[in-house]
């Protein structure tokens, strides 16, 4: 399954004028680029550029300024997500406990690679680094939810809880 | 508004026992349990290992079931900090007993309450196996094996107060250093307590943290900063994490502290946003030490002024390194640069700053109270004090641990972690994640302090340690640690961006089977010149998982070379899958189950795999009732 390519950018008034009261937070912090950016994803969902632009416009910079700290970090995405966000972790304990396995497996069930999102916009998938619960690996998270000691067989059934109910499944 | 050292000192008091109750055990704590009004106090731990195992379904049915029962006044509920167990989440701990539930669900709680707390009764099937004896006798979780050798300095209110409850830390002697420093020290004699203690910095470089503080403090700028390493990218380390969620007012105070010291008034705290419950009780306790009076203007009336505010990193490893994380805080690309001129002299937007890690924040107020002979008089010669180890891999214990400086890897592997786990031999232990290296088994009597990894061609690093059991190849583990620093090398320099990716495909070609006799020699050379070049440690450090392997597991790299062979079993790409005919009961489980249809054979007679079609996902191996499958 072919990744989506051409996303066009459908950002609402509503979305603007919450990043705009984020810029004008943050405009005379030193270093405020940062948590502009990451205020601007949880509003939008990903960093598109029509958002960056508004951004280096917002605080005075240059668009490369902006592009270049965007495309630095791997927390910042450039082109949208699923609506579930599945990521594995793959640090070192995670690993040694075949984390790989796990992933592997995610991206036949899901018919997507690592870094894409299902043609449904239902799932999409990325490895993490460690999330830091390597007491309990191999673990994933699908939103904010962590599943710990992972087996392949678990998959379908934790996959099934997130399909039928858009956005749900989870503890909160 | 400010508070004064009287009103701390009365919070102290009013809440000192109900804490110490959490630190005794039996008749002690039972005694003083009395006075405290609460017959019981039940802890849970809301870590971020409880809480992915379900502990807030735990907490609430405690809510609920005391609520019920009307036992609010005589039961106290305490969300706590990690108390080191994660495997065996969510884990309650009720006092005075002292008594260690694990893996509870909603549906213990309820008899808990019931036999135990209401009742008096311990439920002896859903404590933890190591606290009940053969004689039935209950221990407490401290007399475990998992315990017994660990010293508790910089966890040592993880697992006891309520992270979100500044009273709790405060009843811990909480704040009492940074009066002492404010009311009878001068800058100079911090300086000197810090330095005689021997303290060195705990995010894996050993610098004397005193000798950083003393630079920055010998600076005349009248703005300069306090910044705390809270970046803890080492894949398979929670150490800083666990601190910062089990008590983080501890880092606040070290870092007022060292603000006092340098002449700093505003501190910065460089999180990772990965870290989500750290976060939340990190800014709770800024938010409650900003309301006490404890950070701001005028601290405890005492007339010294300093903040705290928190920045989120967002996913780069290198952002670890001091001048790229400095970087990151003004908002620009992690990268780093060099040094000298050093943060001390040239930091935070250009002005002096000191930069600590967190586990070496959490060990301060601890020394400027016991003292510097206390702190130097445990560890070794060079590595004074304790270090705490997130400890993970193929180990029983996995969790959370604190020794002593010189204590044996034996130790930490067979007593503390409880040895390997389905009768495994120990392989090696990895330390230092990315930037470290492996100790083998025959070096398992090394006391560890960090000169001592140093030279096993290791490093101490922030703490990971990953053991590694004989299903381990060490080339797979080298290759894995290449495709981190691949990923995570920032570009900048080129020895770093070009040979991280060039040692790469070395190594994936070796696994591949297609290594030759001289990529060893290749492999060699690429990593001197990547040590002598590049520009920060990621870069220099990125090829140790490659040598200290190579150094110890030689053998192994020969015999993927040459044999074309995993002695692991793990390189797909040299291995094979066959069926062993006599074991076969031809049950056609495993050609059902094949995804590529690779397996064949008629009902009860033996079956085949189709090497060619075969991809070695390994699943028939999984699932044959009869072994009759074997990996070559």
Known sequence: MAKKTQDVFKGTIAQERKLKEVIAAHKEQPGGLMPVLQQAQEIYGYLPIEVQTMIAEGLGLSLSDVYGVATFYSQFSLSPKGEN???????????????????AALEEKLGIKVGECTDDGIFSLDSTRCIGACGLAPVMMINDDVYGKLTVEQLDDILKKYKSSKKSGGDE | MAMTVEELNKIKEKNKNLVLVRTLVREQGEKLAKETGYKKQVLVCGGTGCTSSG?????????????????????????????????????????????????????????????????????????????????????SLGETNFYKKQMRVALRNCGVIDPENIEEYIARDGYQALVKVLKTMKPDDVIKVISDSGLRGRGGGGFPTGKKWSFAKQEKNPVKYVCCNADEGDPG?????????????????????????????????????????????????IDQARAYGLL?????????????????????????????????????????????PFPA??????????????????????????????????????????????????????????????????????????GIPNGKKFKAAQTGGPSGGCIPACHIDTPIDYDNLIELGSMMGSGGLIILDEDTCMVDIAKFYLDFTVEESCGKCTPCRIGTR??????????EGKGEPEDLEKIEEL????????????????PNPVLSTMKYFKDEYVTHITDKKCPAGVCKALLS????????????????????????????????IDKDKCIKCGLCQRNCKFNAIVKR
Request: glycine fraction near 12%; hydrophobic fraction near 40%; aromatic fraction near 6%.
């Open chain 1, 85 to 103: 966000r599945i990521s594995v972790c793959l640090g070192t304990a995670c690993y040694v406990k075949g984390a790989d396995k796990i992933l």
């Open chain 2, 55 to 139: 502990c807030k379904a735990v907490v609430k049915a405690f809510e609920d079931s005391i609520k019920k029962n009307g036992l609010e006044k005589e039961i106290l509920l305490v969300k706590t900090g990690c108390f080191g167990l994660c495997a065996l989440g969510p884990v309650v701990i009720v006092y005075p007993e002292g008594c260690f539930y694990s893996n509870a669900t909603p549906e213990h709680v309820e008899r808990i309450v019931k036999e135990h707390l209401m009742g008096g009764k311990i439920v002896k099937e859903y404590l933890y196996k190591e606290t009940v004896k053969e004689n039935n006798e209950i221990i």
């Open chain 2, 237 to 285: 380390a929670f150490m800083d994490r666990s601190v910062l969620e089990g008590d983080p007012h501890s880092i606040i105070e070290a870092m007022a502290i060292a603000g006092y010291t340098i002449g700093a008034g505003q501190g910065y705290v460089y999180i990772r946003a990965e870290y989500p419950i750290a976060v939340k009780r990190l800014q709770i306790a």
């Open chain 2, 296 to 340: 701001g203007e005028n601290i405890l009336g005492l007339g010294f002024n300093f903040d705290i505010e928190i920045r989120l990193g967002a996913g780069a490893f290198v952002c670890g390194e001091e001048t790229a994380l400095i970087a990151s805080i003004e908002g620009k690309r992690g990268e780093p640069k060099p040094r000298p």
């Open chain 2, 345 to 418: 002299v040239q930091g935070l937007l250009g002005k002096p700053t000191v930069l600590n890690n967190v586990e070496t924040y959490a060990n301060i107020a601890q020394i400027i109270l016991k003292g510097s002979e206390w702190f130097s008089s445990i560890g070794t010669e060079k590595s004074k004090g304790t270090k705490v180890f997130a400890l993970g891999g193929k180990i029983t214990n996995v969790g959370l641990v604190e020794i002593p400086m010189g204590t044996t890897l034996r130790e930490i592997v067979e007593e503390i972690g409880g």
């Open chain 2, 502 to 511: 060039r040692l790469n495909q070395l190594l994936e070609k070796i696994i």
């Open chain 2, 527 to 542: 990593s001197m010149h990547m040590k002598n070049t590049s520009l920060c440690a990621l870069g220099q450090s990125a």
């Open chain 2, 577 to 608: 899958y066959e069926i062993e005919p006599s074991l076969c009961k031809g049950c056609t489980l495993c050609m059902r189950n094949c995804p590529v249809g690779a397996i064949s054979g008629q009902v009860k007679e033996p079956h085949v």
